[in-house]
């Protein structure tokens, strides 16, 4: 059974959409992650969180808000997205040691 | 700018052959680098990971050598499987739990 899911898979908004992307973990794991993956890039680090409540900035944090509203669920919004934002997003779980991360299955997002 | 870099960005073996695939970094406070495998259609999962005071780690057909000096190190997979076919990610950390990652090397292994 998965212990990382995203929702949802797929999305196409348009230029000035507002855009929010789900994930849940049930590792019981305190950090999570956002990830985007472009080519040429590899993964680059948008948010992250050690818990309910908690946020911490990555390397590409522009354009991107997000809230840990439980341990367990963890959001990604865009509330102004631009064709940029353009990506196949990643969310990840790890522990406190943080040395292996659980990836979900990804959303790949349009924008028009 | 990248603190992670991979090459080759494409790689393409035999069966039965040794893949290699380099990554280097600038980091000198990174101490820990895992590697990534990532399926068409999946999430990046971890194959294998060294810390900075090895300069080898072995698993199976895969093994990483590690060289601190130069701030390098390769993933050697032996005996190449098309089942292996996937892209690899090197990534590096240090203290604070964030993974920089590598742009990825896509291994295509011909049966």
């Known amino acids: 059974e998965a212990a990382v899911t995203q929702s949802p898979r797929n999305k196409v908004t348009v230029t000035g959409g507002n855009v929010t992307l789900s994930c849940r973990q049930t590792?019981?794991?305190?950090?999570m992650y956002w990830y985007r993956q472009d080519t040429g890039h590899g993964l680059r680090l948008i948010h992250y969180?050690?818990?309910?409540?908690?946020?911490q900035i990555g390397d590409v944090p522009d354009g991107y808000k997000a809230t840990r509203t439980t341990q367990e669920d963890f959001f990604l919004l865009l509330e102004l997205a631009s064709p940029s934002q353009t990506s196949l997003y990643f969310c990840?779980?790890?522990?406190?040691?943080?040395?292996?991360?659980?990836f979900g299955p990804g959303t790949r997002l349009t924008v028009l | 700018q990248q603190q992670v870099r991979q090459s080759p960005q494409s790689l393409t073996v035999w069966e039965g052959e040794t893949a290699i695939l380099n990554c280097s970094y600038e980091?000198?406070?990174?101490?820990?680098f895992p590697w990534y495998q990532q399926f068409p259609g999946e999430g990046p999962a971890l194959l294998i990971s060294i810390l900075s005071v090895s300069d080898k780690k072995e698993d199976g057909r895969f093994t990483i050598f590690f060289n601190k000096r130069e701030k390098k190190l390769s993933l050697h997979i032996a005996d190449s499987q098309p089942g292996d076919s996937a892209t690899y990610f090197c990534?590096?950390?240090?203290?604070?739990?964030?993974?920089?990652f590598g742009s990825g090397t896509k291994l295509t292994v011909e049966p």
């Open positions: 980091n000198s406070a990174f101490d820990y």
């Open positions: 969180s050690y818990g309910a409540g908690n946020l």
């Open positions: 590792n019981s794991h305190n950090y």
């Open positions: 990840a779980s790890s522990d406190d040691r943080g040395r292996e991360q659980y």
């Open positions: 990534a590096a950390m240090s203290n604070y739990n964030v993974l920089y």
